[in-house]
């Protein structure tokens, strides 16, 4: 696995700190788990999205691929 770093403002360092702590793990499984969550969550939304513009301009694209 390669490194990352990131250059967190103080108040959000402390608070990753505070929440790992908080939860009995380090800050970068925290952060892992975050960047995971995040990932997923966008992923979905951009697949909606793509699909909701799919369904949108469907009769258009069928026109262009003629």
Known sequence: ???LA???E????RA???LADARGRTPEEEAQEAVRRHLHEEGER???LAEHLARAHADLLRRLGE
Not at 10 to 13: L, Q, S, T
């Open 46 to 48: 951009v697949r909606a």
């Open 10 to 13: 103080p108040a959000v360092r």
């Open 6 to 8: 990131l250059n967190l």
């Open 1 to 3: 696995m390669s490194e």
């Open 16 to 18: 990753l700190h505070d």
